[in-house]
């Protein structure tokens, strides 16, 4: 009896398949693994980019105004074609629903509107980021329009204007070279997607944002994510882009060798990148030999067709009743006809691995859910790893479909209306098989696995917009933008490297765009810079997170705490014990602080008479004799009326004398 659990572990050896951690650069470049990046970060203006709505006002999912229903519709290219993606959108018959706030949108958002001039404010910003990325600037930017066909767009496309073209930047081991630089409009953000509802909310909609673009010369996961780093570290040392939850955003191209390239979207976390591209590669692996081992049973397959039948559920409870159990299920999410599908020659390839507890019966159900807009679980198969049924309940199914040996079957349950979508989409899935790795856009989890998401759309999908004038681009404009850059990322790693701070720190201190900072402190207050950068990438880091705030928290105000203790004289170790009341009440004036500490001047004479008393204190109670033990108690009581007084250094010596004199 064929047993998908020990299919899916053959064929995962098949595969191949490593754990992220396992692997090395040998094993990416025998895959042929490339990758490429497609960088969104959202520019930090006061009004969006083609109308003049205010930009950065969020709603929540149920506060808004009014709702605008609209349909997707494919319409003839002007060479009689229609747009795959167009098509696909199409078939899935959805309402889609914008939840609009006036405060945050306007007549334009939804396309009643033409577009206003570009906003000149995101157009510097645009510029001074493709400068700091070495790109070649346009002297005339041509808007265009990009098609955006899930609907996340109202107008069913997105305005967008090439800025610049090959740039490049640097990692650690290799220059990442930049096919172009783009400002352009965001999109809705979705608030749900079920069955044939899906509804977004507006208030990121059209607000200005630039695109980076990369060749695929990064041949590792751990490559991309550290060019998708270095991108984003360029972006916000100009200090003038937004930051926070979906303020960047990226999407990673991924192809292996004999694969295509496919669109892993919106990935929202860099950490995630390694993770992700690594199970995309191993996709495509599998998807590879399910073609090469389909190409071996079917010779001819355009001649491959599947066959279905309906099933009444009286007969299917009567002659295999745990199966109508779990049909049950299907039947709660997606009620309807119930439906067999037979697969001629796809014996164990629906159980076959294509990543960690998904098999390629995982990429019919994703197409499902999203082109006939059936809920999962949405379907079953006779090669389900938790068929929880006797396998002979199946022959019910498989004399219906007059099955042969070596076929596989599905199982699902739809509307009158829903029924010939979903043949449709599994037949169409089960063909694009012969073919490989099918184009497509994918949808990032946290798990780092990928979801069909929809078709790519085709190269074609962009074309002139009528409604915008060219924008002239002159030397004077760049000039005046190039005067004020902010430091090549390159030289501020050269820098951190000389002041011989933690590695550690860098990450945080490049994201948060605090190099200036930095400087100013050890600068004005002849700070050691290790002191500086740890007060911020460690101190400051643990403590987001950990304390509630009473208010937003400015950073600045960290500054401010350096200055504070400068003109003060007191010791600087003491900002560490004074941060923490600082994050949690920002409105907080430093005085008070040292109030509620409490802090007390205290000199070197009194630390030093306290040193005997403190030692006959240890002595009497007989504590650890482990070397050190002492002098470790020691600092630890007189570290606190030590603390802003006098160095903590100088104390560990005062100590250690003391220790020794008696």
């Known amino acids: 009896m064929f047993d998908p659990i020990k299919n899916f572990e053959k064929t995962k050896k098949l595969v191949g398949y490593k754990s992220l951690k396992d692997m090395s650069e040998k094993d990416y470049d025998a895959l042929g693994f490339m990758s490429g990046l497609e960088v969104h970060q959202q520019l930090k203006t006061e009004k969006k980019l083609f109308c003049r709505c205010p930009a950065g006002h969020y709603q929540k999912a149920y506060d808004y105004d009014s709702e605008v ?52 404010e995101a157009l510097k910003v645009a510029l001074e980021i493709a400068l700091l990325m070495k790109e070649n600037i346009v002297g005339e930017l041509h808007i265009t329009r990009k098609q955006y066909l899930d609907g996340s767009i109202p107008t069913g496309f997105q305005r967008t204007g090439i800025i610049g073209v090959a740039g490049e930047f640097s990692i650690s ?64 040392s100009t200090g003038k882009v937004r930051v926070g939850s979906g303020a960047s955003r990226q999407d990673v191209n991924v192809s292996v060798r004999g694969g295509r390239r496919v669109e892993i979207k919106g990935v929202s976390q860099i950490t995630l990148i390694p993770t992700l591209t690594h199970h995309e590669a191993f996709r495509q692996k599998a998807l590879l030999l399910i073609q090469e081992e389909l190409t071996k049973r079917v010779k001819n397959p355009k001649e491959w067709h599947l066959d279905f039948v309906k099933l009444a559920l009286a007969d299917v409870q009567r002659e295999a009743p745990q199966l109508a159990k779990r049909l049950g299920t299907l039947n709660e999410l997606n009620k309807g006809n119930i439906v067999a599908v037979n697969l001629p020659k796809f014996e164990g390839l629906l159980s076959f691995f294509i990543g960690p507890n998904r098999c390629f019966a995982s990429e019919i159900s994703d197409r499902l859910k999203v082109i006939a807009c059936l809920e999962k679980p949405n379907m079953i198969c006779c090669e389900d790893f938790d068929i929880g049924t006797d396998i002979k309940e199946y022959n019910t199914i498989t004399k219906a479909l007059r099955a042969k040996d070596g076929d596989s079957q599905i199982i699902f349950i739809a509307s009158d209306d829903d029924v010939k979508t979903t043949i449709e989409t599994i037949k169409e899935r089960c063909e694009l098989a012969f073919d490989g790795v099918p184009h497509e856009t994918r949808k990032a989890m946290v798990d780092g696995a990928t979801l069909f998401e929809r078709v790519l759309p085709g190269a074609d999908r962009m074309y002139p917009d009528t409604d915008s004038a060219p924008i002239p681009i ?26 011989k701070v933690p590695s550690d720190t860098y990450t945080y201190l490049l994201r948060n765009n605090l190099m200036e900072m930095v400087r100013r402190i050890i600068e004005e207050f002849n700070v050691s810079p290790v002191f500086v950068t740890t007060v911020l990438a460690h101190r400051l880091k643990n403590l987001q997170g950990k304390i509630k705030q009473a208010e937003p928290f400015d950073v600045n105000k960290v500054y401010g705490l350096f200055k504070f203790v400068h003109h003060k004289k007191l010791e600087v170790e003491i900002i560490k014990d004074m941060l923490p009341h600082v994050w949690e009440h920002p409105q907080i004036d430093f005085e008070s602080v040292l109030t509620l500490m409490p802090y007390k001047p205290t000199g070197k004479k009194a630390l030093q008479e306290d ?35 006098y160095p903590l250094a100088k104390l560990r010596k005062l100590v250690e004398e003391g220790v020794h004199d008696n």
């Open 69 to 120: 229903i609209r349909h997707m519709r494919p319409t003839l290219s002007e060479l009689g074609e229609y747009d795959g993606t167009a098509l696909m959108e199409f078939r899935t018959r959805k309402n889609i629903t914008y939840r609009i706030k006036y405060k945050t949108a306007c007549t334009y958002d939804i396309d009643d509107t033409p577009p206003f001039l570009m906003n000149k």
């Open 173 to 236: 081991k290799k220059t990442i070279r930049l096919i172009q630089m783009s400002i352009e409009e965001d999109s809705c953000r979705e608030v749900s997607d079920i069955g044939h509802e899906r509804i977004y909310r507006t208030d990121r909609l059209g607000m200005p944002l630039v695109e980076v673009v990369t060749h695929p010369d990064m041949k590792t996961p751990w490559e991309v994510a550290e060019a998708c780093q270095m991108i984003r570290y360029i972006a916000r």
């Open 474 to 499: 002159s030397e004077e404009l760049i000039a005046e933008v190039g005067s004020h850059l902010p430091r090549p990322l390159n030289e501020e790693l050269e820098q951190l490297k000389k002041w």
């Open 611 to 645: 040193i005997p008393i403190l030692i006959n204190k240890f002595n009497s109670h007989k504590r650890s004799k482990r070397p050190n033990a002492l002098s470790d108690w020691l600092m630890g009581q007189l570290r606190k009326p030590a603390l802003g007084s």
